[in-house]
């Protein structure tokens, strides 16, 4: 029965359990919330007549029920946590509150004790007249010495405040409190005696913070009276005014001594100044954080209020700045007078880092937007120098001008590939135009803290492409003159008529895109002292930012190699009338010849070779060190003439379909030229495997036009060694290097004025 009764129970215990369990969990926990919960009876209740495996399952049940309280107590704080964070502000408020009511209730409690006490004898005089009468004349003489106290102690105190002695005014009010104390506790002062202490006690407190408010607003107050003033203001128990009046001592002062240094410098500007205004603010500045410091410590709400003052009177100092210096000289593009400025603010705000006053960030963002205007503005100032001078260049290439301004901070060194350092030759404008770009890097350089390194990089790309747009409107029928005849109009700009100065101009744009703007931003972008040596430098080559940067400065240098390649292919290709030189005829009509011709390179590729022989002359003595540079662009004029060739519909048209397709003599005329071509590019080392594929495409296409029509091509054309052999021969005479005589008349079109060619080329 006993068993059966415990089996029911805990059947009935675990089906209770489980649909406990079932329930929402603020259901379950309303059992805890109720006032009159009992922890021992509800573990009673549960576990009266329970197995040790119902006692288990209830523990396990009890747990599962502490984490889930414990999990929704974490959910309500954080839902909570704004509330939370402002229920504890204000509870520390309110705990502030209470303790000075606490104090007030206390006196006040004296008070009342003290009545009391009175009262109470009062109602026992009657009952003991002897002893009444003993301690009535003991008390009146104890009363009669505290009113003769009383009255001294409020005269003294008159005197102390008329005469300003403020720490002996203290110490009256701390003697005035204590002998309050006293005879509060000891009953020997009468209530209407002690409220009138009370009030003079008052009274006088507020006169003397009035006293010290005046003292701390006027302008004679010196450094050790204000901290004085503020100390004892504090003392009295009103520390938030003491601090305020402090901050506001020190505005007023920094505001007048302002008033006179503007009216002192309004003839000067820039520097003087600048660090005259910032050694006057920032050194205020550190005065009113050293008395602070001194007077309230590091008090949280008095360090957040020194901040906010600071932070004002940085905001105020700046803005005056950029009204007297900053804004005019953003407008007329004086950077280094703006530079400097900044520069020497920042250096005087520095010194303020070291008391917890980090104002740079302010500075800063104020200081910037002129900063950036001033950039802007020196900019177009060096692109329309740039543009004026081009308009006198004559495109020939010197050295740096003697008597020229040095630059303070970046060479204009170059180093050849051996290593050693050359003066750089460029044409007087390009000249100009570095000297202008060096010296607006050394203006940028002291503001690294601004952070302008990419609008610095960015606005040096726009004017060196401006500066190519220039030389490229150099070259004489340029393709920017004829597509944008107004941006040309705009741009007067004296042409380079001869090869040497076109070349000239790719010289000057090679140089300043490959060493000199590069070597002066790489300083500006690496921000190391100019001490740490030029392999620690070198190594900044490496870094992206920098690679694609110069990848930039190099595709306007392709732009005006571009165009000098066209208009010399076009030159070659076209002849003056506009007819087309490099046609289809020139090979078409050779089998119309009854006579087999002298075999020669045709006139067109011997101009090509003697114009990249006197190109190749030029270069290598405007490119020292450049060699690459020489070779890429006697590379691309090449490559511009034969891909001419090979895109030329008109052309392969005539030579595959007619009316006169090409024939055998014609096609080994065109072999030959193509050999040529293959033999002066490969002894140039400007032959690149793109051109050497391209040509051999060509002569395919030549060779399979012969087999279309029946003819087998090589059963008319020599061996290999024969178009070498011709080509070579060719060379040499061309280069005035031999002279070979004509065994017979010269009959073909393709060998006709070679001795004037010659001639021309040996010149």
């Known amino acids: 029965m006993t068993s059966l009764s415990r089996t029911s129970f805990s059947s009935s215990k675990g089906d209770s359990m489980d649909f406990e369990a079932d329930l929402p969990l603020s259901d379950r926990l309303k059992i805890f919330k109720s006032s009159r919960f009992e922890p021992d009876g509800y573990v009673t209740s549960k576990c009266q007549s329970m197995t040790e495996k119902e006692i288990k399952h209830l523990r396990a049940y009890l747990v599962d029920l502490k984490k889930a309280s414990a999990e929704e107590m974490r959910k309500s704080v954080y839902a909570n946590y704004g509330a939370f964070i402002r229920t504890s502000r204000e509870i520390t408020d309110l705990e502030g509150q209470l303790l000075s009511m606490r104090n007030l209730l206390s006196t006040q409690g004296a008070l009342v004790h003290g009545l009391a006490e009175g009262v109470r004898a009062h109602l026992h005089k009657a009952s003991d007249d002897s002893s009444e009468e003993d301690m009535l004349d ?90 004085s003033a503020v100390l004892a203001l504090k003392k009295l128990g009103d520390g938030p005014r003491a601090h305020s009046l402090l ?32 050694q006057l603010v920032f050194s205020t500045i550190a005065q009113t954080a050293s008395d602070s410091l001194a007077v309230f410590g590091e008090e949280p709400a008095f360090t957040s209020e020194l901040v906010t003052w600071a932070v004002k009177e940085a905001e105020a100092f700046a803005g005056l700045l950029k009204r007297r210096v900053l804004a005019s000289a953003a407008a007329s593009g004086s950077l280094r007078v703006a530079a400097e400025c900044v520069h020497i603010c920042l250096g005087h705000c520095s ?107 960015e606005g040096l790309i726009q004017v060196f492409s401006s500066y190519v747009n220039l030389l490229i409107n150099a070259l004489p029928s340029s393709a920017e003159n004829e597509d944008n005849p107004e941006g040309a109009a705009s741009r007067i700009v004296r042409m380079a008529e001869t090869e040497a100065q076109q070349i000239g101009l790719l010289a000057n744009a090679s140089l300043l895109a490959d060493e000199l703007l590069p070597r002066a931003a790489m300083k500006l972008m690496a921000n190391k002292n100019d001490d740490q040596g030029r392999r620690a430098s070198d190594r900044q080559y490496r870094l992206p930012e920098q690679r694609e940067w110069k990848k930039r400065l190099q595709r306007s240098v392709d732009r005006l190699r571009d165009s ?64 690459r540079f020489a070779t890429i662009l006697l590379m691309r004029l090449t490559e511009t003439v034969i891909l001419w060739l090979s895109d030329d519909q008109a052309f392969w048209e005539d030579v595959e379909q007619g009316p006169k397709p090409l024939g055998p003599l014609g096609l080994r005329q065109f072999y030959l030229d193509m050999e040529f071509v293959i033999l002066f590019s490969s002894q140039g080392r400007y032959l690149s495997r793109h051109l050497h594929q391209v040509i051999k ?67």
């Open 564 to 627: 000098f390649c066209r208009q010399h292919a076009l030159e070659l290709i076209f002849t003056e009338d506009g007819d087309i030189r490099l046609n289809s005829q020139m090979y078409t009509t050779m089998d119309d010849f009854p006579d087999e011709p002298e075999w020669f390179p045709s006139p067109i590729f011997q101009e090509l070779f003697l114009k990249l022989s006197r190109m190749a002359s030029f270069a290598t003595d405007m490119f020292v060190g450049r060699e």
């Open 247 to 278: 901050l506001a001592s020190h505005h007023k002062k920094l505001h007048c001594n302002t008033q006179g240094l503007r009216s002192q410098s309004s003839s000067s500007c820039g520097g003087a100044f600048a660090a005259a205004l910032s």
């Open 697 to 763: 495409n060509i002569i395919e296409r030549a060779i399979e036009s012969i087999a279309s029509t029946g003819i087998d091509p090589y059963s008319v054309l020599p061996e290999e060694e024969w178009f070498a052999e011709v080509a070579q021969i060719a060379i040499k005479m061309l280069s005035g290097k031999a002279n070979f005589g004509m065994e017979r008349d010269v009959v073909s079109p393709t060998a006709k004025s070679i001795s004037s060619v010659v001639s021309h080329g040996s010149n």
């Open 138 to 227: 003991s008390g009146q003489r104890e009363l009669s010495n505290m009113e003769k106290w009383l009255v001294e102690f409020l005269e003294n105190l008159e005197v102390l405040l008329a005469e300003r002695r403020v720490d002996e005014a203290l110490a009256a009010f701390d003697e005035g409190d204590r002998v309050k104390v006293e005879a509060t506790e000891r009953g020997t002062l009468s209530l209407a005696a002690l409220l009138s202490l009370q009030n003079t006690i008052t009274e006088q407190r507020q006169k003397l913070a009035d006293q010290l408010a005046e003292m701390t607003s006027q302008p004679s107050t010196r450094g050790p009276e204000l901290r």
């Open 351 to 457: 010194v303020l880092e070291a008391r917890g006053l980090a104002l740079s960030p302010v500075l800063l963002r104020l200081f910037r937007p002129c900063i950036e205007q001033a950039l802007t503005t020196n900019l177009k100032r060096i692109e329309q120098n740039s543009a004026a001078l081009a308009a006198a260049d004559t495109w020939s290439l010197a050295y740096t001008p003697v008597g020229g301004r040095p630059s303070r901070a970046f060479s204009t060194a170059s180093f050849s590939s051996t290593g050693t350092v050359s003066q750089p030759r460029l044409s007087s404008s390009a000249h100009k135009f570095n000297s202008m770009v060096q010296e607006f890097l050394e203006d940028v350089g002291p503001l690294e803290s601004l952070q302008l390194e990419g609008a610095t990089l």
